[in-house]
DNA sequence: TATGAATGAGGCTTCATTCAT
DNA sequence: TATGAATGAAGCCTCATTCAT
């Protein structure tokens, strides 16, 4: 648990970075991105318009920075009740579960957030490489969902082949397959194609495993 | 060989409508769907530009017209290729190598047109139902992917378990993986990435080979 | 007296770039270029903000256009001045006097509209070159000022070494004289320079002559 | 040599005056007087924003400021050379010769300095009066270029009529003639001008001499 | 004295859309 | 059917200026 010390200055300057981006991403998923001006987005975070531009190109800029917090923020909390899960019952996992578990949680958490998901749109692997989330005053340092897969295999004792190759896949299938289907029940409703999905990951997992 | 036959006038409208759609690519993939103007499509196909709402809604409607236009195409090639190959060679294809050879005609098109790459983005399953393509004075009737997919397997005597995602699911995992790894290089480069996407797609295609 | 039929459409263009010119320069002269903006030169010309820039590029755009205008009237009006004035007076001017009296009727129109004075600036040598005034539905064909001159020359049968250094340097010296003088008083007040500027005047003027 | 001591912080103010003089004439000549903004100015002075305004009023202020700086070191530089010259030469100057040396040395500069020359614009005759240069530490007196002048015209036993206005048309005229001619060569060359602005000078000059 | 984060008014400009021809 | 001049709403973004530190 590190934790960073600011001065005063440096505080009132995280807090008007992280009103911004929290208004920005209530209007982003409530009117859109291109019906969200700036104007709007300042004025909600009650800072002017032009400390917008104090800490952010323009609105792109903004919308960029968001979805990596935000599909960072999917990941932390996938891994977190994962965690949570494995530590309250006695039932063993296999890796291929584990995988499972994480889809799960994902994908349940997006069909219940459409503005989310319609916000992150196919975008869910930049949460695997991302910035930071947002910044506080004193702030835990967060794991990376790569290194928490590693260390989960170290433990279970078993390798992947073409680890980071297959953690993109099955990432970017997860998330371009859910965006059609729950979006649109494209080309089956979400819960006849979620045994499918599982199907297909277990197929990859199962044979990445040395 | 359905053909038909239009009249001059029709021919004219036709002419126009085509113009305009060739004008909007030419531009949404130089200069990108959000720096083109109603003015310059106009401009470029030489019509007024009230007359762009003759045949169109506005920008999207257009950018939509094209990414169903141009995926399909996209299709109709790879069929056509496929055809022609097998009717080449003495080889025996089995179901599985079919699809390689499908994706890998699209996937190897993609990262030689990176503008239609980044134009089409992660919308390629538009291809799969589309509407029909640009239209002409004489136009064979296309086939869809799907029909020519089924009627393939017919004759291969093979039969896939939960067809319409299997298709759907195979389209978009190539499609999403190949935009970050050809436009990134993320996380590996293309030439690396291709064999194992090419395995995936065999696992799931082999999985639901009844 | 050339005359040019335009159709309504044109004449409609025409009058609207008219009155754009007009509002511009009763703000400019008023105001001040600096504190004019875009908006109200429109809104004076009931038109559109955006028929603006159909018809000019930017405020610096319809200002040196609008240079070029007035510093060619002035011309205009003093050479029709000393043209009345040489018909109506039995004397006979000497080629010296004429430059005076052109050079006195300048001085005496910018010493009363300030104004127009300071909107010029320093730049009254522009209506030597520039492009014809306003224009209209039919319009009289405008003379050179230099044109002008040549035929007065020569009908006085006198040439000038030097021609066109010697009006150019004779109307920068008029206006930047004047500029000065006219607007500060400096170094000396505008009654006193005159006799002065006029006797420059004559020196140059006779000097050239062969 | 009037010298004036001052103290450490008065040094410090005066350093950070004329470091912001000088990040601002960088400016000016390079991107324009239009497109510099005070804070560049005071980044490039290494000063904050609001220490600029500790000195001047906003950025007219010191635009205008730097015009009599470099107006007024122009004739410094002027008047040291013809002052060189004549100390190192046999050759006895007359007053005509004098104007038309002082008048040389300036256009050479300004022809040699374009930036310059576009920065001055039409306001060489700002130096005549301005007040003093870049302040430092130990300074010399400098010397007014009309006492200068007029002490020159003593030691050579010659008076001039209407000293004030000679000297100001003059001025005048190599400035706004200088203007056109060497940025656009307009309405001849900058070399076949000089001879005719020097003829236009002696005419001055000589029928000031009483 | 010096700073620079914050402001927000307001200029600029674009561009989709209309409608008279 | 086709046009393109005209519109003006709308958004972007800058930047001079202030003021708490």
Redesign the pocket.
Known sequence: MKKIKMN??DL??EK?KNDLLSSAYELFTTVGVE?T???QIARKA??????F???FQ??YDIRNALISIKTNEIFQEAMKSLNDYCSHTSEKLSVSDKFIYITDYIITKLSKDIALLKYISKNLSWGLYSTPAFQSDEKEELIDFKTFTMSMLEKDGVSLKNFDMTIFTIVELINSTCYNVILNGDPITFSDYKPYLFRCIRLIINDSIA
């Open positions: 005063k200055i009132n300057k008007k019906n001006t700036i104007t009650n800072v002017g318009k032009g400390t531009y104090l800490y323009d609105k």
